[in-house]
């Protein structure tokens, strides 16, 4: 069946600081990525996706690229503030629409 | 207007209630979807609705009983249920129905405590 493992976390950066949270996917044919974010109380919002290889994702600085060879859709971004502090969940969607999660790594940014 | 609103935000029932929960988008989508949420977990897909259809039940307890009145609104009715079936329960729907390259949109959830 698909599978998605994501960097386990709680993962706590300074503001401004680089952040990278892994990514990667098991898969038959050719799914699409997704990154959602969960802010605490509310449901998930898209933050980015890529339906193709080699596609690049990004939204409020935010990016992740499809890489088929490495099976990876890695998240990215310059300078996190204090307002990113949410939960970020890796996805993908099979041809039939069904989504598999990753678990979900949780981002704490300090002032 | 581009959001999914469920009712009610909280819910605590007892293990003989039976009581319901209330999904709708007025986006004109095509698919809607169940999933439930427990603390510090991924969501867990319950069942899908295509196009008023039910496409997916991921072996859903019968205590779960979905229903699609209509292309807006999504419910599920629930029964009997235990406490381990306390979660975050979040409605989504997408566009086209079900197809691989679709954004699922989130409602906020419901809340469900079983005592």
């Known amino acids: 069946g698909n599978s998605v493992t994501q960097m386990e976390g709680p993962v706590t950066l300074s503001e401004e600081a680089f952040l990278t949270i892994n990514c990667t996917y098991t898969?038959?044919?050719?799914?699409?990525l997704f990154w959602y974010v969960q802010y605490p109380g509310e449901g998930l919002q898209l933050l980015l996706k890529?339906?193709?290889?080699?596609d690049k994702g990004s939204n409020k600085g935010f990016e992740a690229t499809y890489r088929k060879e490495t099976t990876s859709f890695h998240l990215e971004k310059g300078s996190v503030q204090v307002s990113d502090s949410a939960v970020y969940f890796c996805a993908l969607s099979d041809p039939k629409g069904k989504s598999t999660f990753g678990d979900g790594t949780t981002l704490t940014v300090k002032p | 207007d581009t959001e999914v609103t469920q009712t009610p935000k909280h819910l605590v029932m007892g293990m003989t209630n039976k009581k319901s929960l209330k999904c709708e988008q007025h986006m004109g989508h095509r698919a809607m979807y169940w999933y439930k949420q427990k603390a510090k977990k991924p969501p867990e897909l319950m069942f899908v609705y295509s196009y008023e259809k039910l496409s997916i039940n991921e072996s859903v307890p019968s205590r779960f009983s979905p229903e699609c009145p209509n292309s807006s609104l999504l419910n599920l009715h629930l029964h009997a249920l235990q406490p381990e079936d306390s979660a975050l329960y979040l409605c989504?729907?997408?566009?086209?129905?079900?197809?691989?390259?679709?954004?699922?949109?989130f409602g906020p959830g419901t809340r469900l405590t079983v005592l």
């Open positions: 898969a038959t044919g050719y799914p699409s």
């Open positions: 989504a729907s997408t566009l086209f129905g079900q197809i691989a390259t679709d954004t699922q949109y």
């Open positions: 890529a339906t193709k290889a080699d």
